[in-house]
């Protein structure tokens, strides 16, 4: 490849991280387009929009039958939180472990930009699918809880909405190093899945014993938090921060994991763990 390359003029190392914003800013493109490839508009309005509001309606009855209103309002919060996970934490992976599947993940190795920021600007539009189910799934959630006024409350807690597409974002992202070197992706990626939905107090308070220990790590568990801390009046800033550090360590390990695997390819041949 010649050095007039547009690619290699990125090259982290002669332009340092400002020069990286533009080509990864194409490859954020690139893969927005290539997400309206795989679903496009009907397919979201038809399949994936549906989806995330029958799961959050199910959700939210389930909650009402297990403590009535109170219950049900508790759930609403949880649930219309818990609608992003099916694209950042269970379709996102797909963005890496597709490059192990077609064979072409070694040429992201080839490159000079760094292959978990060439990920990362992919997984953008996941995130912003699970962002907007969310958002979408708010005044759903709120009408089945029996509480209408809850809508406003969420829908000013956008922020927070936000915060967790990006760290439930990071976790797939961690998942997806995991499971590129597997064949397991799928059992993975819904282990994940229902981890969140099981110990990340999704459905009522976060539960106690090894099951909240659990949630203490896992993406969405202080969000949520947060949230009910903020529709109850009181302050969301502790629950927000620890959920900020959480997603943080998820993402650090994700880049260590996508490194670690990068040179054990190079010396073994292949993607796989012997």
Avoid at 41 to 51: F, G, H, K, N, Y
Avoid at 122 to 132: D, L, S
Avoid at 140 to 169: E, K, N, Q
Wanted: charged share 10%; glycine share 10%; proline share 6%.
């Amino acid at each position: 490849m010649k050095s007039s390359d547009p690619v290699r003029s990125s090259a982290p190392a002669a332009a340092g991280v400002p020069r990286l914003l533009e080509p990864l800013g194409r490859t954020a493109v690139l893969g927005l387009r290539e997400y309206l490839v795989e679903y496009p508009p009907s397919i979201l309005l038809a399949t994936v929009l549906p989806r995330a509001l029958l799961q959050t309606a199910f959700l939210v009855l389930l909650g009402r039958a297990a403590g009535g209103h109170t219950g049900a309002v508790g759930a609403a919060i949880g649930a219309s939180a818990y609608a992003m996970v099916n694209a950042t934490a269970l379709k996102g992976p797909d963005v890496l472990i597709n490059e192990r599947v077609q064979g072409t993940l070694y040429h992201l190795r080839m490159t000079d930009l760094p292959v978990a920021g060439l990920v990362a600007a992919r997984w953008v539009a996941y995130t912003a699918e699970g962002f907007m189910a969310s958002l979408l799934s708010v005044p759903v959630a709120a009408l089945i809880s029996g509480d209408p006024g809850l809508t406003t409350r969420l829908v000013a807690a956008l922020p927070l909405y936000l915060l967790m597409a990006l760290t439930t974002s990071c976790f797939g992202f961690a998942v997806a190093v995991v499971a590129v070197a597997r064949r397991a992706d799928v059992f993975l990626t819904n282990l994940g899945a229902y981890l969140i939905l099981a110990s990340g107090g999704v459905l009522s308070l976060q539960p106690d014993g090894v099951a909240g220990l659990v949630g203490s790590v896992l993406p969405l568990t202080h969000g949520v938090a947060a949230l009910r801390a903020w529709t109850d009046g009181s302050n969301p800033l502790p629950q927000a921060a620890a959920e900020a550090l959480t997603g943080l360590v998820w993402a650090l390990l994700a880049l260590a994991g996508i490194t670690w695997q990068a040179r054990r390819a190079r010396r073994s041949g292949s993607d796989f763990l012997m």
